[in-house]
Nanobody, 123 residues
Framework: QVRLVESGGGSVQAGGSLRLSCAAS????????MSWYRQAPGKEREFVST???????RYANSVSGRFTLSQDNAKNTMYLQMNSLKPEDTAMYYC?????????????????WGQGTQVTVSS
């Protein structure tokens, strides 16, 4: 069974930094990619950043240059370093991972979501 646990959220002032973590667990599962999404009150969930199995990253235009995604494969953990935070970054941040049972291959992947961690940026 796959489980994703986010941590690192909190409250900061504009211009500050936070680092989010997403720890994945689940025996016999391989990772296809890992991503961050966020959802502000009254808005739809939106893409923030993703990292694929080759370590390639992609960012939403709104966070490019301020957020940096990395991963520690040995710990099955993904990190999102968020710098120069703005009030509009305030949202619940969710970790998502596309994973599959290793012997079934990536074609059998499905998405798993964490419970989210709150980020609040005050002006």
């Amino acid at each position: 069974q796959v489980r994703l646990v986010e941590s690192g959220g909190g409250s900061v002032q504009a211009g500050g930094s936070l680092r989010l973590s997403c720890a994945a667990s689940g025996s016999h599962y391989c990772t296809y990619d890992m991503s961050w999404y966020r959802q502000a009150p009254g808005k739809e969930r939106e893409f923030v950043s993703t990292i694929d199995g080759n370590g390639r990253t992609r960012y939403a235009n709104s966070v490019s240059g301020r957020f940096t995604l990395s991963q520690d494969n040995a710990k099955n953990t993904m990190y999102l370093q968020m710098n120069s935070l703005k009030p509009e970054d305030t949202a619940m941040y969710y970790c998502k991972s596309a994973r599959y049972v290793c012997w079934e291959g990536p074609g059998a992947r499905r998405d798993y979501w964490g419970q989210g961690t709150q980020v609040t940026v005050s002006s």
